[in-house]
């Protein structure tokens, strides 16, 4: 099974920007889609973005596809998060996962996490 390790999170002001960074190893990275989910204290875990790793297409829920961008680099088995005009809403811990199966399905069934990186967004 993959193992995932997210990075890059940190406290910022309303309107900055971060990217994250999650970094696959033991599997084999262009069999998975990669997604990026976050949860806000009190709430839900909800999906943010995927992509497919074997070709780069992206899938972006609306309230984010304007503003984040969900990229890979492949050869070093790394997803990344852009998320740019970042809004005290998007304050959250956010996971990466990785599955086997359809990009525009949200649902990560039997996916492999990460620990999640904070991501704080003061006004």
């Known amino acids: 099974q993959v193992q995932l390790v997210e990075s890059g999170g940190g406290l910022v002001q309303a309107g900055d920007s971060l990217r994250l960074s999650c970094v696959a190893s033991?599997?084999?990275?262009?069999?998975?889609?990669m997604g990026w989910f976050r949860q806000a204290p009190g709430k839900e875990r909800e999906f943010v973005a995927g992509?497919?790793?074997?070709?780069?297409?992206?899938y972006y829920i609306d309230s984010v596809k304007d503003r984040f961008t969900i990229s890979r680099n492949s050869p070093k088995n790394t997803v990344y998060l852009q998320m740019n005009s970042l809004k005290p809403e998007d304050t959250a811990v956010y996971y990466c996962?990785?599955?086997?199966?359809?990009?525009?399905?949200?649902?990560?069934?039997?996916?492999?996490w990460g620990q999640g990186t904070q991501v704080t967004v003061s006004s």
């Open positions: 992509i497919r790793a074997n070709d780069g297409m992206p």
């Open positions: 033991g599997g084999s990275f262009y069999d998975y889609v």
């Open positions: 996962a990785a599955k086997i199966g359809d990009l525009y399905s949200t649902q990560y069934p039997h996916a492999s």
